[in-house]
């Protein structure tokens, strides 16, 4: 049987009658039936209705050859009557069939192969032609990391596996594993927030947004493997050549701050930084939108939000600007009534986020890493404030529902602004500039 037409079936128990359920082991379409011995046969009208129980956003059960299974259902009520589909985006299956292993939490997940294998220098087996000895070596790297009080452990190596035919025998080492480590349990509706993290990473290290693995796996305390998890993707994932990537080796110390960056969140949840000002694919690199170049704005506007301001003696006269107006309107609010504290307390926290025009703290970005831009722009093309206006007025109209085809000067100016926006918090993070404009020799906006 083909890997595409693997079917998985199993029992869903419930307060009321246990549910079957089957799927397809690549499809992610789940089918629950009731009456599963006469449902395509019996009227569905005089079906008893059951309610599934969902516990943190999975639905609990087991296979026929019993493994545990977590089909992900998020916040909902769900029923079936008769029969009922369910298309999740992610299931996870357990490996051992022979205990009754506890697929709720874990404490570490492996992330296997594909977009990983062109990330990192893999060094993890060599040949010594003097005797034809084969050499193992631990090309490992390893990071701790604090977030959100919770220890992360980061450790990324290339994998060597035999592979056994009627050919012969043959080892490999062409595939990387990254894995992270908890101090503390999760709970599996965790899991996303680190499986995005670490995409996020990967597609900021690839500069595309479509990247995958080849497995994921959950660990226990004991770093046994728990169970495989399953995630549905919607795009094809590309080969893309290693030598045009930022490479985990490279990052050095930068790493650690990049895992922070990427788990933060505002107080609304949403992440600080995001990726979707990259290229989805190798073919959308060569073309520019509107809703690309609103996502560089957002990405630089980030940068920007980072940064000193323009220049000291500015940065001085808005500060002064800043506190006499405070002071002012402290008077004023001394000598007159008719005003409520919630609006003075709105008028002070608007005085005190009065900034400089985001085309003039651009500008101040792009005198910062001036250098580094030169290094990666062509000959042909020069980037200075002058096209950085015009690609903010661009911004702004299309901002106002004005609907427009970017030019070629908006285009090419909005695609050397991904390269400022790495130089930027690639520099934030710690990379020292002499590695920085190696990189922007050869690996950046490829």
């Not at 890997?3 to 246990?18: M, V």
């Not at 089957?22 to 046969?41: C, E, I, P, R």
């Not at 993290?197 to 693995?213: A, C, D, H, P």
């Not at 405070?326 to 005085?351: A, C, H, M, P, W």
Request: glycine share 4%; hydrophobic share 35%; aromatic share 12%.
């Amino acid at each position: 049987m083909k890997k595409s037409q693997e079917l998985i079936t199993g029992i869903i128990p419930t307060s009321s009658k246990p549910l079957i359920f089957s799927v397809q082991k690549t499809d992610f379409l789940f089918s629950f039936m009731t009456d599963f011995s006469y449902n395509f046969f019996i009227n569905s009208e005089t079906s008893e209705t059951v309610k599934v129980p969902v516990k943190e956003e999975f639905i609990y059960g087991k296979t026929h050859e019993n493994h545990n299974i977590a089909i992900y259902a998020g916040n909902m009520d769900f029923e079936v009557k008769g029969s009922q589909g369910l298309y999740t985006s992610a299931y996870v299956k357990g490996i051992s069939n022979l205990s009754d292993t506890d697929i709720s939490n874990f404490d570490g997940i492996v992330f296997n192969g594909k977009s990983l294998n062109d990330l990192f220098f893999i060094h993890g087996m060599s040949i010594d032609h003097s005797n034809n000895k084969i050499k193992y070596h631990n090309d490992s790297i390893t990071y701790d990391v604090i977030v959100n009080e919770l220890k992360i452990n980061i450790s990324i190596r290339s994998l060597v596996t035999e592979e056994c035919g009627v050919h012969g025998t043959s080892l490999n080492n062409n595939k990387v594993s990254l894995t992270l480590t908890f101090d503390k349990s999760q709970t599996l509706k965790n899991f996303f927030k680190h499986y995005h993290t670490i995409k996020e990473i990967v597609s900021f290290l690839s500069y595309r947004q479509n990247v995958g693995f080849d497995e994921i796996f959950l660990l226990d305390k004991d770093m046994d493997k728990t169970a495989q998890v399953f995630v549905r993707e919607e795009f094809e994932i590309e080969p893309k050549d290693r030598f045009s990537n930022i490479c985990f080796n490279e990052l050095e110390d930068v790493l650690p701050n990049l895992l922070k960056l990427f788990y933060m969140e505002d107080e609304n949840g949403n992440p600080l930084f995001s990726v979707e000002f990259l290229p989805k694919n190798n073919k959308e690199i060569k073309y520019m939108n509107n809703q690309r170049i609103r996502t560089i704005c957002a990405a630089l506007e980030y940068e920007t939000h980072e940064l000193d301001e323009p220049t000291s003696d500015n940065g001085d006269v808005l500060q002064k600007l800043i506190s006499e107006t405070t002071t002012q309107v402290k008077e004023f609010r001394k000598q007159n009534i008719g005003l409520s504290n919630d609006t003075y307390n709105l008028i002070f926290e608007n005085i005190k986020h009065w900034t400089f025009p985001i085309k003039e703290k651009l500008g101040a970005l792009l005198d910062k890493y001036e250098e580094e831009l030169s290094i990666l722009t062509s000959s042909n093309v020069s980037i200075d404030k002058k096209s950085i206006n015009k690609f903010i007025q661009y911004r702004n109209v299309i901002t106002h529902s004005k609907y427009q085809i970017p030019n070629q000067d908006v285009a090419v100016t909005a695609h050397y602004m991904c390269g400022l926006i790495y130089c930027s918090l690639l520099s934030r993070m710690g990379l020292p500039k002499d590695k920085l404009k190696k990189l922007c020799q050869y690996k950046l906006l490829k």
